[in-house]
């Protein structure tokens, strides 16, 4: 067929690539500690930085809704979209793990 790639010995690639072994479970390398202690301070991080954005973003909504301006709901859906994203990705992360 047009779709399979015959590799030198005749085999498809989805042959070769179905009996590729099995890895386990497996387990963390020394010193991966330190790795996921830098990962959960950036979540911490990311945490107080979106708090304080948000704080910014609510101050700068009041301050042009006082003007009859709405210039900052652009922002607020980028801050929303941010969050959302921040919030899912460490799920698919985990899910494709």
């Given at each position: 067929m047009a779709h399979d790639v015959l590799i030198s010995n005749g085999e498809t690639l989805g042959g070769v690539l179905a009996a590729a072994p099995d890895p386990g479970?497996?387990?963390?390398?020394?010193g991966s500690e330190k790795i996921?202690?830098?990962l959960e301070w950036g979540k911490w991080i990311f945490t107080a930085a979106a708090v304080?954005?948000?704080l910014i973003i609510a101050g700068r909504m009041i301050?042009?809704?006082?003007r009859g301006d709405d210039?900052?709901?652009g922002k607020l859906g980028?801050?929303?979209?941010a969050c959302v994203l921040a919030?899912?990705?460490?799920?698919?992360i985990d899910a494709l793990a």
């Open positions: 479970d497996g387990t963390a390398p020394p996921v202690t830098i304080l954005g948000g301050l042009a809704h006082q210039a900052q709901m980028i801050f929303l979209a919030g899912v990705i460490p799920n698919v």
